[in-house]
Structure formats: C-alpha cells, structure tokens
C-alpha cells in the first residue's frame, strides 16, 4: 500500500523476520513514539528520519532471558555487551540470585551472588528500590526481573545448610508477595549452588505457590545437571505442577562425560511434561559453562578455567590443572586454594548443546557474567553466534526459526506484552543486521570484544545504537502484566 503519513522514523526496504517464525517478507516500517505505527510499502510516507536498510534483515530486538545484568543495568547503563549484540531486554534475577530484595545479613556477598557484585551493590532491600533505581539509570536494554529464590534466603539465613524454617517460609513467601506485586516477573531458584541445595520441596512448593497465585512464572537452575538430570527436572515439573506456574529450566544441558549423549533423553521429559503444563527451557550456543569454582565440579575429565581468584588474582587466566602443577598438589586442593573465584567448565557435548539449542521448546539465553573480569565469550557473542554459526553456517535451524527463539518465543514466555514481534501496535525494540558479515567476534581468549554485522538497534522507538556507537539510551523496567 502506498500512504502519505508522516512518521517519527522510516526503515524502508528491509528483509523482515517478524519474531513469529513465518517466512521473512520484504517491507517498509515506520515508528511512532515507541511503537510501530505501519508495516508494507509504504511508498509516500516521510518521517523526521528514514532508514535506508538496502535488503538487510530487520528482526525484533533479541531478548536475552537468561542473564546476570542486575545491578550491571544500573552501574554501567550504557549495556554494550548486549547492546551490540542486538539484545534489546534482559531479563535478570536468574539462577536464585537477584539484587532484589535483598538485605545483606553480614560484611561478604554470599556464593553465588558475589556473581552480581560486592556488598556496596546490593542497596535494594525492597523490589520496589530497585524498579526505581533501574528507571532512573535508564539503561540502554529493557530490563525485566525475577526474583532470586537464594536472595530471599540470604534475608534470614546465617546457616544455609539446612531447609528454612516455618516462619522464614513465611517471611520470604511476604517478601516474595510484595515483589511480584510490585512488577517482578516471577521467581528463580539455583537449587544446585550450596546456599540452596538443602531446601526441600516443602520450602519450594510454598513459594512457587505464591508464583502461581500471581500468575508469574518460576524458572530453575536445576538441582543437578549431571547424572542427576532426569530426576531433578522431575522435581522440576512437580514444583511449578503443584504451584500452577509456568515454567522455564534454565541452560538445560547434560553436564559431565558421564552424562554426554542424554540430550535427546531430557529432551523427551520436556516434551512430555510440556503435553499437560507450560514449560520451556533456555540454552546457550557453547559447550562450556561458567560460574564460580565449584568443588563438586573439579574432575580431571573436563578441561577447567580460573577466571578470578580473590586470594590468588596471580593465578587468574590460567587452567587449573596448570595451577596445581605450578602447586604441586591436586586438582582439589588446588581449587580448594584458589576459592572463591570463578571458573569456565568445558564439560558439554557439542551434540547435545545442538540438539538442545534446536528443539522447539528452547529459547536462547547468554548467561552471561558481566562482572566476570575475564568473562566467557557468551557474553558478548551468544545472539549472533546462533544466527551466524548455527543457522547461517550449520544450517541448524532456518533464520525465521532462529529469531523466533531470540524474540517471539521469550516474549510470551516471560510475559513481555507488545514485544518480540514486528507488527503494528508492537514496542519498537527492532535489530537491524547483516546476515552476510554477522560474526560472533567473542572468544574464549579474547572474550571481551563486540560482534560484527549488527547495523542498527532501536530500544522503545529510540536508535540505541548505530554503526558502532551508542546513540541514546532508553530502556526501563517493565514489569508484570505491563507493557
């Protein structure tokens, strides 16, 4: 159609990929305000600022559902790590740690939420807090936030090695309840890190409980993700089953030689659980994962690297079966040595990370660790490695399909009104690249580096960023049940 309506911005001649996973089409989108307002030939239309695309693809903005940015959207707004790579909302609070709600009981940051940051940075007692403090940085990326199942714990808890009581039950189940009531999306858990892992069900079906009432959702680091897998993600199923909560397994994967080949296996129980409730999973596009050093990780059969050591920093960057040579003791006491500190695990098949990363059910998640100093490539690389490499290269999946796990999928999965899809009435978070040069440029050497072939990104109907540079920053805080 032809229209002489004038517009905010104009991108015209793109290759559209409308989030949903239909055939891309040629198109003409114009932008007012926040939203876009036309999609077609829009032939006589003008805006205050046009857009030649040339044939390049246009595609929601990626959402990145599973990250680590919670108090990183406040301290560093500007999101470079994501925003170059096409990412236009993250959601945060993953794995059970959250910045929020959040009041530190002594002078150290528990494991694992020394992921997020040091003691100064966890300021936001109430969600509310922190919602504020989100909307007054105006960071460059949208931000939507789960609450941390451990966060909640380390409220009341000076023991973690035993099930919370009754009454701290019921004192996080409050805390819980004033958060989602105040926009949080829903609650995470890190049932294998130890500050969670002796929580039963009983502490586990009271707050999912509370989740369900709220029509939130609940997503899990599972209890195992080593020989343990198919049981934890029953109790998975059950937990959010007896809630009536959504849910999401987070970076579901089959951890550990012994457990390499049971992709198609846990693949299975999802899709067979999915048949009687919603669930979905995330993944990243890598066969290493990252955290802290974990004792019940260390094992000779997996290559293992030392990001960080806060008593040893001298021994930062280097493999720890180097280190313990350097030493001279075992890979244990080695890693008992250097603790706490961080760590890459190579302990993934690159079969099952692909079968995984290709299912339906899966959306992509980085999972990335921005306050790691030396952090895993995902971090600045997991959204175009899944279109260059796995569906450009490898012909993994077609590209609509592709995208819809990057945008249409994760925005109706985590409640994301108006987002994830290119159609009239829809948020302007839209990436423009090119197929064709688009390089995850990120690797585990060299892992701060940002990709290549992004063009062009827009946060709520603001150009954030543009050949090679942050231009406005515009993102907020959308909470639950808003758009």
Known sequence: MSSSRHFDVLIRGARVLDGTGAPAFDADVAISGERIAALGALDGASAGQVIEAHGLCLSPGFIDVHTHDDTNVIRTPEMLPKLTQGVTTVVVGNCGISASPVQLRGETVPDPMNLLGRCEDFTYPDFADYAAAVDHATPSVNVAALVGHTA???NLMDDFDRPATGDEIESMRAALKQALDAGAIGMSSGLAYKNARHAPLEEMHALVDEVGRHGALYTT???DEFAGLPEAMEEAFETA?????ELVISHLKCAGVGNWGNA???????????LTQTCHCDCYPYTAGSSTLDLGQV??????FITWSEPHPEMARRALDEIARTWNVSLMDAA??????GAVYHNMSEADMTRILAHPLAMVGSDGLPNDPHPHPRLWGAFPRVIARYCRDEKLFELPEAVRKMT???ARNFGLTDRGEIREGAFADLTLFDLATLDDVATFSDPIAPARGIELVMVNGTIAYQNGALVQRAGRLLRRGAS
């Open 408 to 410: 249409g999928l994760s």
């Open 336 to 341: 008992a040595r250097l603790q706490p500190a």
């Open 264 to 274: 198609p296996l846990a693949l299975e129980r999802l899709e067979r659980a999915a």
């Open 299 to 304: 094992t000779d059969e997996i290559d293992i």
């Open 152 to 154: 909640l714990r380390a």
């Open 221 to 223: 680091h599972l209890r």
């Open 241 to 245: 089953r007896h809630g009536g909560a």
